[in-house]
């Protein structure tokens, strides 16, 4: 009875928290969340690894490889890798997750593979038990993107893009009745632009690597028209390559993927900052679902067996978020803070069946 009162007591505070927060006038009116499946934070600020770049097994031409993307110096390395965290993220936003400097983000799930690290972060809590395989099977729990859709000023503004043909499922549309476009999904409806109509014909003719996932350029360009047509206040972009070529142990690819993402990412930026619908009132949260070994035998690898998996790292930039670049400070920050963030930069009190980790604070500026 005193741990359930306890608990409780706990519940309201934190639910007290947020609600002040949230009542709290803040200029983000829309939010963007990205996902680069399974990029380990040694390559976000370290840059290209020195043992796997030169790996024969994994390396097709090293020479052509390191003329892109190696330095001796990681400062340098990570820039060459990650043009646009590492200029305008780095200097107008925040980045967190750099281990070296004890500023550590962990996912809270123990299984540290894809359905329950987007499940996290994604609802803001761990469901070890109900979620716990990447199966095709409807979420039980409700996401803040269903929330969020289900909030005055928010219905119908609220989309999903990604690469994973898992995703549908992860978002439970079948209840959610969100617009989610995932795996080998064509744009539809009744007035495709010439865009959108040649992004279906290009997609049935350019082959995917594998079967469940499609490459991310056509999840980009999905996504950016839907952009540009329906105005969204909040859209999720899931990018899939960086994991499947880790897994398939192409580190030239795995690198030159996150590279392409990056310019994804400016290039997104660029129109949002250049259209006055979202130009100083839109936040960007990147993230990850997972992170994966750091070792020649386990870097292809995530799991609960494989170390370092759990350990992640996300990154903020927008109108209300205070330029402290990257964040050196020891502290310690789980995926699952990222739910409640979102929803109070949008000024709403996110409710759940489970307590959702609380936001991170820093990222926004009272």
């Not at 399974?38 to 994994?58: H, P, Q, T, V």
């Not at 070296?100 to 499940?119: A, E, I, L, T």
């Not at 119908?156 to 989610?180: C, E, Q, T």
Request: no cysteine.
């Amino acid at each position: 009875m005193r741990n359930k009162t306890l608990f409780l007591l706990l519940s309201l505070f934190l639910f007290s928290n947020t609600v002040l927060l949230a009542q709290k006038k803040l200029k983000t009116e829309n939010v963007i969340l990205i996902t680069l499946d399974g990029f380990r934070w040694r390559e976000l600020f370290n840059g290209a690894d020195a043992d796997l770049i030169s790996e024969k097994d994994f390396v097709s031409d090293e020479k052509a490889l390191k003329s892109k993307f190696w330095d001796d110096d990681a400062l340098v390395r990570r820039k060459k890798l990650l043009p646009f965290i590492w200029t305008t993220m780095a200097t107008e936003g925040q980045i967190y997750g750099n281990r070296q400097h004890n500023n550590k983000v962990n996912v809270d799930n123990k299984h540290r593979f894809s359905y329950p690290g987007y499940n996290e972060i994604l609802t803001g809590f761990a469901d070890d038990r109900r979620v716990d395989s990447n199966d095709k099977k409807d979420n039980p729990n409700k996401t803040i993107l269903e929330f969020i859709n289900q909030q005055k000023g928010f219905r119908k503004k609220v989309a999903a893009f990604g690469s994973w043909d898992v995703f549908p499922y992860i978002l439970n549309v079948k209840r959610s009745g969100l617009p989610v476009n995932a795996g080998f999904d064509t744009a539809s409806g009744p007035h495709l632009s010439q865009r959108e109509k040649f992004l279906n014909r290009l997609q049935a003719e350019v082959p995917s690597p594998w079967s469940s996932v499609r490459l991310d350029a056509f999840t980009h360009h999905y996504a950016l028209e839907y952009l540009k047509k329906a105005s969204p206040r909040v859209l999720y972009m899931a990018y899939g390559e960086t994991d499947d070529f880790a897994h398939n142990g192409n580190y030239e690819a795995y690198l030159k993927s996150a590279h392409q993402t990056d310019a994804f990412m400016k290039d997104l930026w660029t129109w949002l900052q250049r259209t006055p619908k979202y130009r100083n009132k839109t936040t960007l949260i990147i993230t990850t679902d997972h992170g994966r070994g750091n070792t020649r035998k386990s870097w292809q690898e995530h799991g609960s067996n494989v170390g370092e998996a759990d350990e992640t790292w996300f990154m903020a930039l927008g109108p209300d978020t205070e330029a402290l670049g990257e964040v050196k400070q020891p502290a310690q920050y789980y995926t699952k803070q990222l739910a409640q963030t979102i929803t109070t930069l949008l000024g709403l009190s996110y409710t759940s069946d489970h307590p959702a980790g609380e936001p991170v604070k820093t990222v926004i500026n009272q």
